[in-house]
């Protein structure tokens, strides 16, 4: 069974850090990453990693954020560093398969306040 589990939200102030973490199991991900929903607006994209190490990130994230990964304990991280209020979201950990399977966690809620 595929399963995805993220922890490392909260609440921080402007300015702040915090480190997303998602421990999968079940299976081999081709690329891993995050996305992230805030209230009344369209999941979108933050940040993802191959398991070759290539990464993307939204132009908004960049240079504050760094995702990472270790394909040993098939877990990725998100660094989010330089938080705003308008990073405050539900952050999904999601994953893809060789296969193009995709599985998401169950999401952990990041709040900054201002």
Not at 23 to 30: D, E, N, P
Request: proline content about 2%; aromatic content about 10%; glycine content about 10%.
């Amino acid at each position: 069974q595929v399963q995805l589990v993220e922890s490392g939200g909260g609440l921080v102030q402007a300015g702040g850090s915090l480190r997303l973490s998602c421990a999968a199991s079940g299976t081999i991900f081709s690329i891993m990453g995050w996305y992230r929903q805030a209230p009344g607006k369209q999941r979108e994209l933050v940040a993802t990693i191959t398991s070759e190490g290539r990464t993307n990130y939204a132009e908004s994230v960049k240079g504050r954020f760094t995702i990472s990964r270790d394909n040993a304990k098939n877990t990725v991280y998100l660094h989010v560093n330089s938080l705003k209020p308008e990073d405050t979201a539900v952050y999904y950990c999601h994953a893809r398969t060789i296969s193009l399977n995709f599985y998401w966690g169950q999401g952990t809620q990041v709040t900054v306040s201002s």
